[in-house]
Nanobody, 121 residues
Framework: QVQLVESGGGLVQAGGSLRLSCAASGSISSISAMGWFRQAPGKQRELVATIFSSGSTNYADSVKGRFTVSRDNAKNTVYLQMNSLKPEDTAVYYC???????????????WGQGTQVTVSS
């Protein structure tokens, strides 16, 4: 079994900062990528940021320059530092990991339960 546990969401004023964390645990052999998605009310889930095992990163255009994704491979943990937050960043943020479990032959996507981020104007 694999579990992704997120923390760090909350309520912040526009212009403020938050840091999200997500730790993956369980029978994990390898993680190829970890990242964050978000879903606002009435909208589809969208990619926010991804970090690959190589250290390369990918960001949505809407968060470039404001958000930073990082990863602690030893702890199987991914972080999302969110600065200069805007009301339009309000959403439920979901952690994602593409990983290989021991005994498996293919990588699969796993999701956290989501954490609410609310930015007030």
């Amino acid at each position: 079994q694999v579990q992704l546990v997120e923390s760090g969401g909350g309520l912040v004023q526009a212009g403020g900062s938050l840091r999200l964390s997500c730790a993956a645990s369980g029978s994990i052999s390898s993680i190829s990528a970890m990242g964050w998605f978000r879903q606002a009310p009435g909208k589809q889930r969208e990619l926010v940021a991804t970090i690959f095992s190589s250290g390369s990163t990918n960001y949505a255009d809407s968060v470039k320059g404001r958000f930073t994704v990082s990863r602690d491979n030893a702890k199987n943990t991914v972080y999302l530092q969110m600065n200069s937050l805007k009301p339009e960043d309000t959403a439920v943020y979901y952690c994602n990991a593409r990983l290989l479990m021991y005994g498996s032959v293919s990588f699969k996507d796993y999701w956290g339960q989501g954490t609410q981020v609310t930015v007030s104007s």
